[in-house]
């Protein structure tokens, strides 16, 4: 459950001398410390907007290598050509709401859709601001290949996943079809439980919906194993860890008993291991997602959360390296417009638009919010390859569900795409919003493994235009 200030646990130390007092003092005249907690609490809920926990579920549509901004939500039709590229802005559902031509699948959907022009991290490498943007905490080094350390910020997966858990899956929060790293399998920080450790690690599900049966890696999602049989392995399995951690103790050995615990759970509920069964969905449909890696994981993020998952995290895939000249990723240094035009934009665009209309026709989408977003932007001007640079100054982000207001944008960015212009919005902002979205105060503290308190946010403020505080 979330930690508000008014529900805080009485063992926290969170309370100040002063409302201790105020409690002791309203003692005296007969009134109960479950009734002050009662009253804070429905005072609290009455004071909040109707937007707060609108949102069942989050997919987060996490495009890895830095989404060009000019090439997608913010097209610069008036800037110079070094600039602008060779693209053209195109109308969307909204009137006077234009986005680039590279995306007319998802400017059929703009009318759902809110757009934050203006997101800014002010980092330009990839681990560093990717951490930011899944964290909403500002990482202390903002240079590359920083891995993963025991002091870092749990991300928004972690902290749904342990503060907000389903009650209707044991797969609270989901990470797939592989985790975010550099070259050399450098991982980033910001991805998993941080200094809360495993308990608050999001399931890795490293995986290739393409691939039917699926297969996760280090699961095994075979038909024929019946609930008698999975007991009766875990309980082996039981046995063979009791017996190694009781000689070696560690952090990575406690680490490793969650993850075979997570494991346990998935394969022992039916409605999980249904949600993998993605062969059942209408063949139209599998098309329309997309018949690649990102489109087909898009898919089972919805199954999932229909499935009762709170959270699903899609990152976007490494795949087909060796064929492809350049990054597989949005890191497009080289041939910026090539990238984007054959390969990027068409696999993003139409999975994009095809998630929001199926929630929608599914009934869903009213709460179910969902995040397409990157670690930064590209540089306004192309470089000497016809490629665009790393860009944290400022980037777009989209939006859709949880009752947002369709056809909105948040900020502006300057006439060349290179600085805000008006409504500049940090990851703490974006933080704060889907967790006012979920029902998570983002004020609210949890303790941390040193019973200190910590605050969901890094003062991070829900973006009023879309939760209407």
Known sequence: MPSSFSARSLSSGAWSRREWLRIGALGSLGVTLPGVLRAEAE??????????????????????GGPPQH????????????????????PTSVPGLHFCETLPHTAKVAHRLAVIRSMVTDIHSHSTSGAYMLTGYEPRSKAENVPPGPDDWPSLAAVVGAM???????LSSVMLPDELYNDGHIVWPGQNGGFMGSP???????????????????????????????????????????????????????????????AFDLLHSDASRAAFAIEREPAALREAYGAHKFGQSVLLARRLI???????????????????KGSPLWDTHADNAGRVRDVL????????????????????????LVVAMGEFGRTPKHNANGGRDHWGSVFSVAL??????????????????AQPQERPVRPADLAATIFHLLGMDPAGEFLDPLQRPRRLTDSGVALKELVGV
């Open 400 to 417: 859709a569900g949880a009752g947002l207001g369709g056809g909105q944008v948040i900020g502006a960015s300057d006439r060349f795409g």
């Open 164 to 170: 907000n858990p389903s009650a209707r899956s044991p």
């Open 306 to 324: 229909e499935a009762g998952t709170r959270l699903v995290q899609v990152n976007w895939p490494r795949e087909g390296e060796k064929e492809v």
């Open 43 to 64: 005072a609290a809920a009455a004071a909040r907007p109707s937007s707060f926990g609108r949102a069942k579920s989050v997919i987060i549509l996490f495009l890895s």
């Open 71 to 90: 090439e997608t939500f913010d097209p610069k039709p008036d800037a110079p050509s070094e600039i602008r590229g060779t693209f053209r802005p195109i």
């Open 200 to 262: 608050w690690h999001p399931v890795l599900m490293k995986c290739d919906p393409l691939q039917q049966p699926m297969r996760i890696e280090g699961l095994s999602l075979e038909d024929g194993l019946t609930a008698a049989r999975l007991g009766e392995r875990y309980d082996l399995l039981g046995q063979f860890d009791r017996q190694f951690t009781a000689k070696v103790r560690s952090r990575a050995v406690t680490e490793m008993s969650d993850m075979h615990q997570k």
């Open 345 to 368: 934009c068409p696999q993003f665009d139409r999975t994009f638009a095809t998630l929001v209309d199926d929630l929608h026709q599914r009934g869903m989408l009213d709460e179910t």
